[in-house]
C-alpha cells in the first residue's frame, strides 16, 4: 500500500470494454474528446473547488492489464480473442488538460478534458470520475468548513465513517488543499505528507479507573497532548487537568483541552473561565462532535473561546451535498463537434478552455471558450499528460494547491464565500465561438438524427 | 490489486498509536471489549443491513507494520523507541463476535465485538469502523431499493461516483448481498465474484455518424446487447432497433432497449408499445438515470412496463442518508463494564448477544442480553476469529450472505419493508440481566468519576 500503488485497469464500467472492442472492430481509432464537467451546482455550494487530479494522473500513467485481468475477461465469454490480446499492450496514451487542484469552478466549466482514442478515453471515464467527483466533493465541502472557522484550525477526524479506504486517504489530502490543517490519518500523513494531529478517546479515560490517573499517565508518555475532558462530565474533567497543573507545577505542558459532547458553546465559555482563572490562559480549548460548517459558524459567531474545530463525518461524506452532477461526455470526434439532445444534459461541443477575469485582484466573470480562441482572463486548463505521460512542469506537491486554493478563494466574490446561497451567482457564459459552434453542433445533429 | 491485499496498519487514527504506546507504557494488557453498533437508525431507514465484515476479517488477520511505517512514526518524533520497536511484533490477536452479513439489525445492537488488549483493539477502531460503516449504509440503502422494485433486477451503475476506489470495489459486493442482482465494475466482479452486467454509453452512438449504424456496428460485436435508445430521440430510436430487426430477421437477437432520460414512465409505455406492435415482445425494457428507491416504487406502482432498473449515484453514496450514527465504544475492561456518562450517548456495557424472537416465521421483537445468557429466540452474533484467526467454519461466500439477507428481510415485519417510516418501529429491547448491569455500571462510574 504505497501512494504509487498501480490501480487496474478492470475499475472500469463493462460497457467501456465492450464498447473498447466494438471500436477495435470497426478500427474506430481517430482522437475522441471527452470533457468532464458538473452539470449544475448544488443548491448548497456556491463554489466547487477541483480536487483529485494527481494520484489519478499516476494512475493513468501507469494502467495495465496483467495476464490474471485477462484471463477473467476471458472468462466472461463476452469478448474476442483479437480485443483481449490487444489488451496486453495497452498504454493510455492520451492528452489531458485540467484545472490545476485547488482551483474552484462552476457548472458547465470542463475540469478535465481528454483527447485519445476512443477504447482508450471509454476505458478510463470510471477513473476518473470516481477520483475527481468524490474529491471533489469533500474538498469542496471542506471549503466551507474552513471558511465558517474564520482562521481557526480545522482537524480532520473522518477516517472512520467515511466510505471506504481510498475516500479515507484521498480525503485527508483534498480537504488539505482546501485548507484543513491536518488529519488523523495516519496513513493519509505517510502518501500525501499531510500534517498529523491526534490526541486521545473517551475509551483510553475509560479503561482506567479514575479520570484523573488516565490524564497522568498519559502527559507522562506525551506532555504536550490535548486531553479529552467530557468522558463522564465535562467540567469536572476541567478541574482535573488544573489540578494536574497543580501537581506537575513547571513540567505541565499539556496543549489544550478537547470537548467532545454537550452544549459547546457554553462549556467552551466556562472551561475559558475556569483555565483563565487558574492561570492556565495558554491552555486552548478544542471542539468537536458532529460538528459542520453551519454549527462552526454559529460558534464562532458568538465568539466562543474555541481554539480550533475537529471535524468527522459531517465533511467525510459531505453529508449535505454527497454528490455532484459531475458528467464525461463525448464533445468532438475526429474532428467533428458532437453532443446528444437528450432532454436537460448539455454539453458543450469540441475542445474548450476557461477564462476567469479578475479585476482589482477580484474573480469578476468566467467564459468558457474554444480551446484555440485567446480572450482577456486567465486561462484555467493546462495540460498535464501528453501521449499518456505526465508533463513534468505541472507536477506540484499539495502546498502550491493548497496555497493556489487559499488565494483564489480569497478572491471569489463575497457572497460566494458565505454558506449561504449567493444569489445571483458567479458569472459562467459562453464565447461568441463556441456558442456558434455549440448552435451549429446541435443543428447539424439535430438533421442527422431525428 | 487482489481481494487479498494487506492493509497497512497505519489506516488509523493517530491518537491510537498514541493510546497504544501508553498502555505499553502502563502494562495495560488485560482484555478490552468494544462494541460496534449503531446509536439510533436515521428517518429513512427502518432496518440497516450488516455488511463489509469478510474482508475486513481477511484484512485484520494480516495487518503487520513494515519497515517504512515504522520509519514513517519515528520521524514524527512523537513516539518513544519502546513502542516502535514493539510494532515489528504486533499482531492482531483478538476474539471477534459479529453478525454475519445480510443480517438486518437495529438501533443499539452490537453489531461487532471485539476483545484483545486495549492497544490492538484501539489499533483496529478506524478500519473496523471505515469498513463496516460504508457497507452497511450502502447495503441497507441497496436493500430499500430493492425491496422497492419489486422482483424486478436492479443492477449498480454507481463506480462513477461513489466515494473512491475500495466503496466502488465493497459496494457492488455489499449491493449483491442486500439482492442487487449485477454490477458493473469489471473488477469488483473479479474481486467477489459479483456477475457484471453492461451495455452501450451514448458516446459510442455519438461517435457514429449514424445512431443505425452504431446498432448496427454494435450487435455485430455483441449480438445479445441491450441498445441504449435516448441519445437522440428515444422514440425514435426504438423504431432504429425495430428496423434493425427487421434488417437482421432470424439474426436478431437483441435483448433489450435502454431508456436514460425524459419522462420514464411515460415512454416506457410508449417502447413497450412499438416493440410489440412490430412483435418484439421478447425485447426487454431497461430504464436508468437518476433513479432512486422512491422513483421505482413510483414506476413499479404506475404499472410501467420496465424489466429492469440500473441505480447508479443515489445508491453509490446513499444520497438520503449517507451515515450513520455508528460508534465503537469500550464495554468493559478487565473483567468490569465500563461506559461513558457524556450526554445523549449510551453503551451498553460488557459483552453481548443479541437474540431475534420469531413466531410464525416473522421476526417479532430482538432482545439485548448478556453474552452469557441463554434467552429464547435466535442468537445473531457469533464468534468469526479467535485469537485473531478466521475460524473456517465462519466463512461463507456472498451467496450465503445474500440468501440470509433476502430471508430474514422476509421475515421482518411487513411495516418495516416499506420505504415509509415504520411506526412503530421494530421493538428491541434489554435482557432484565443487562439492565441491571446497566444500572450498576452507570452506578459506578457516576460515583467514581464526579
Known sequence: MTASSRMSPLFTDLYELKMAQAYLAEEMHAPATFSLFVRSLPPER????AAGLDPLLDWLEDLRFNEEDIAFLDSLESFSQRYLDSLRDFRFEGDVWAMPEGTPFFAEEPLIEVVAPP?????VETLVMNQVHSATVLASKAARIVLAAEG???????????HGTD???????????AGVAATSN??????????????????????????????RAFTR?????ILLVDTYDTLSGVRKVIALARELGEDFRVRGVRLDSGDLATLS??????????????????????LDDVSIRDLVRRGCPIDGFGVGTSMGVSADSPRLDMAYKLTAYAGSGRMKLSSGKRSLPGRKQVFREERGGRAVADRIARAEESRPGRPLLRRVLSGGRRLEETREGIGAARERARREIAALPESLRSLEPADPGYEVGLSPALRDHLDEVAERVRKQQI
Open 46 to 49: 456556491n463554489f466547487l473547488l
Open 119 to 123: 477504447a482508450q478515453a471509454q476505458l
Open 152 to 162: 481557526r484550525a480545522v482537524v480532520d477526524f473522518g477516517a472512520r465513517r467515511i
Open 167 to 177: 475516500a479515507g486517504l484521498k480525503s485527508a489530502r483534498a480537504y488539505h488543499i
Open 186 to 215: 495516519v496513513l493519509a500523513g505517510r502518501l500525501y505528507g499531510v500534517p498529523l494531529s491526534g490526541t486521545m478517546a473517551h475509551s483510553y479515560v475509560q479503561a482506567h479507573d479514575d479520570e484523573m490517573d488516565a490524564f
Open 221 to 225: 508518555e506525551f506532555p504536550e497532548t
Open 269 to 290: 465559555f466556562e472551561t475559558r473561565r475556569l483555565l483563565d482563572e487558574a492561570g492556565l490562559g495558554s491552555v486552548e480549548i478544542f471542539a468537536s462532535g458532529g
